[in-house]
C-alpha cells in the first residue's frame, strides 16, 4: 500500500471526530495517587503525566486521540485506556476508528504541529477550523479501510525487522557463549 497512489482531500477535523470535548481543570493540588492515567500537554510518555483517581468531576476518556492544546502543542496521541484529560487537552473520538485508524489519524494531526506553538494555542474554534488531509474513496469520502489496512502493513513490517534483529542477536550471543565469551 502506497500514500501516493490514490485520492486525498482536505476534512474539517468535526467531519472526521464527531465528540470533540476538552479536559476539565484539575488542580496539581486536587491530584489524589491512583491508577487511571492523568493526560496533560506534554510530549512525553504519551501525554501521561501522573497517576491519579478519577475523582467526581474528573473528565475520564477511552479508545480516543488526546490533542495538547498548549505547552507541547499539538501533540498527538491514542490512547486505548481510560485516562483522565487535563483542561489542555481535548479528547477526539471517531465513530468509525479503530486502533490502527487512531495511529493513522494521530500521524496526520502531529503535522498540523507546527502551525501552533506558544503564543498560538489551540483552542476549541481552531480546532473547529482545521483541515485535515485525508486518503479518500471513489466517493470522496475518507477511506478508513485503507488506513487500516497501511497502518497493519506498516506494524507488520516492523514486526518483521525486529524479529530478524532478534534472530541475529540471539546467535551472536550463543556463538559468543561457544566461543568462551561471557553474555552481557
Known amino acids: 500500500m502506497k500514500l501516493d497512489d490514490r485520492?486525498?482531500?482536505?476534512?474539517?477535523?468535526?467531519?472526521?471526530f464527531q465528540n470533540i470535548q476538552r479536559g476539565k481543570r484539575l488542580k496539581n493540588a486536587d491530584h489524589v495517587p491512583g491508577i487511571v492515567p492523568y493526560v496533560s500537554s506534554t510530549a512525553n510518555n504519551n501525554g501521561?503525566?501522573?497517576y491519579i483517581e478519577a475523582t467526581e468531576g474528573a473528565r475520564v476518556f477511552k479508545n480516543c486521540i488526546s490533542l495538547a492544546n498548549s505547552?507541547?502543542?499539538?501533540?498527538a496521541f491514542y490512547e486505548p485506556f481510560a485516562?483522565?484529560?487535563?483542561?489542555?487537552?481535548?479528547?477526539?473520538?471517531?465513530?468509525?476508528?479503530?486502533?490502527?485508524?487512531?495511529?493513522?489519524?494521530?500521524?496526520?494531526?502531529?503535522?498540523?504541529?507546527?502551525?501552533?506553538?506558544?503564543?498560538?494555542?489551540?483552542?476549541?474554534?481552531r480546532i473547529k477550523r482545521m483541515r485535515i488531509m485525508l486518503p479518500?474513496?471513489?466517493?470522496?469520502?475518507?477511506?478508513f479501510q485503507f488506513m487500516e489496512g497501511y497502518v497493519r502493513e506498516l506494524m507488520a513490517a516492523k514486526r518483521k525487522q525486529?524479529?530478524?534483529?532478534?534472530?541475529?542477536?540471539?546467535?551472536?550471543?550463543e556463538l559468543d557463549a561457544a566461543n568462551g565469551g561471557v553474555i552481557p
Open 48 to 50: 501521561v503525566d501522573d
Open 7 to 16: 485520492e486525498w482531500k482536505d476534512f474539517a477535523v468535526p467531519e472526521i
Open 71 to 75: 505547552g507541547s502543542v499539538g501533540s
Open 136 to 143: 479518500v474513496t471513489v466517493n470522496g469520502e475518507p477511506d
Open 83 to 125: 485516562f483522565v484529560a487535563s483542561d489542555h487537552v481535548t479528547s477526539l473520538k471517531c465513530r468509525e476508528a479503530n486502533q490502527y485508524i487512531y495511529l493513522f489519524l494521530v500521524a496526520v494531526l502531529k503535522q498540523q504541529g507546527s502551525n501552533f506553538n506558544f503564543n498560538r494555542e489551540i483552542n476549541d474554534l
Open 162 to 173: 525486529y524479529r530478524v534483529y532478534i534472530k541475529k542477536r540471539l546467535e551472536s550471543l
